[in-house]
């Protein structure tokens, strides 16, 4: 899982499989958005869930909230080797900062 | 799609030099954010600008000034780069004046190394 003094986490994985990745966040958060960041790229929103949401689908990707644990999940069904990238979780404590805090990521390396 | 541009893609510097960083956006947003990402590490925020010629601290300000000329240009200013700044730089924006528009659009990065 991400968050704190953690180092990247690292998972492998076959073509087809699914994986499912952690995010546990320390303060109050309005939404949290995970971001996947390609090598060599910048990071991009591939899905984002509010807190008054419990569960949001976004073709194979599914991500949960759970606000009473202060943790968030990602889940990849059927992966691609085209998934293969680091994962972040981040959270926002609103207002008008728009300060997003990062986790520390989870790279994912799906091999074909 | 939103596009955010940095410059230089990459840099090497001397220590105690001035290194300046540029990001440029043409996504007419007024929110623009500065992340420094550390090998193996997630980001964290340096500055941050919601209106120009006005920015503010994040969270690792120390070391670091930002200047937001106009609301396209935002930059990021080592004044006296230690060895300690070397990592990869990211400029963002985002449309945060918007409801439900929290998403951050990053730029390619900055590798930065301090020599």
């Known amino acids: 899982s991400q968050w704190g003094e953690e180092n990247l986490q690292a998972l492998s994985i076959q073509e087809g499989e699914d994986v499912t990745m952690n995010c546990s966040y320390k303060t109050y958060t309005t939404v949290v958005q995970w971001y996947r960041q390609k090598s060599g790229k910048g990071p991009a929103l591939i899905i984002l869930?509010?807190?008054?949401?419990r569960e949001k689908r976004s073709g194979r990707l599914r991500a949960t909230l759970d606000t009473s644990s202060q943790s968030s999940s990602l889940s990849i069904t059927g992966t691609l080797a085209t998934d293969t990238a680091v994962y972040f979780c981040?959270?926002?404590?609103?207002?008008?900062?728009?300060?997003?805090?990062f986790g520390e990521g989870t790279q994912v390396t799906v091999i074909s | 799609e939103a596009a955010v541009t940095q410059s230089p893609r990459s840099k090497v510097a001397v220590t105690g030099g001035k290194v300046t960083l540029s990001c440029h956006q043409t996504n007419n947003h007024d929110y623009m954010y500065w992340y420094r990402q550390d090998t193996g590490h997630g980001l964290r925020l340096i500055h941050y600008?919601?209106?120009?010629?006005?920015?503010e601290k994040g969270d690792i300000p120390d070391g670091y000034k930002a200047s937001r000329p106009s609301q396209e240009n935002f930059s990021l200013i080592l004044e006296l780069a230690s060895l300690s700044q070397t990592a990869v730089y990211f400029c963002a924006s985002s449309d945060r004046g918007q409801i439900s528009n929290e998403r951050l659009f990053f730029g390619h990065g900055t590798k930065l190394s301090v020599l």
């Open positions: 600008s919601y209106v120009a010629d006005s920015t």
């Open positions: 869930i509010r807190s008054n949401e």
């Open positions: 981040a959270t926002d404590a609103g207002g008008l900062s728009g300060k997003l805090t």
